[in-house]
């Protein structure tokens, strides 16, 4: 096989498996009243605490789209705006306890609607392509 195959053969696979959890997160996002957009940034503040205008860059929106996401969560009180600790100036965005609750009901609930997907795989395999994976969804931007 040639690189240029094996290269559209990997990049398939990752839009199809894209597109397949995409829809699954999608609907899931759905049954809640939340964007794809919103439940990437609560996936984002289970384990970060990221300065708005850190979580903008990284999600490719302007300051006042993820200002207005984020005013909807807000109000839900899934997410809480904080002053950043060591910059005055600027604002951190945390997840609240509900807004955790909510997030990991939605990730059990897509762990399932994979399962006959991921079920395919022994354990072995399933770690194999984590391991696979990790240096292509590292993402270039870090959070805090």
Not at 95 to 105: H, P
Not at 126 to 134: F, T, V
Request: glycine fraction near 6%; charged fraction near 30%; proline fraction near 5%.
């Amino acid at each position: 096989m040639a690189i240029d195959d094996s290269e559209d053969v990997l990049l398939d696979g990752l839009v199809r498996s894209a597109f397949q959890i995409m829809g699954v997160l999608t609907r899931i996002g759905a049954d809640h009243d939340l964007s794809l957009t919103q439940l990437r940034v609560l996936g984002i503040l289970r384990d970060r605490r990221p300065r708005m205008s850190d979580l903008a860059a990284f999600l490719g929106l302007d300051k006042s789209t993820l200002s207005g996401l984020v005013d909807r969560a807000v109000r839900r009180g899934l997410m809480v705006r904080v002053p950043n600790p060591t910059d005055k100036r600027a604002v951190d965005v945390l997840i609240t306890d509900a807004g955790r609750e909510l997030t990991e009901q939605m990730y059990e609930e897509a762990r399932a609607a994979l399962a006959p997907a991921t079920g395919r795989l022994d354990d072995s395999q399933r770690r194999h392509l984590a391991h696979l994976l990790e240096p292509v969804l590292t993402p270039p931007l870090t959070l805090r």
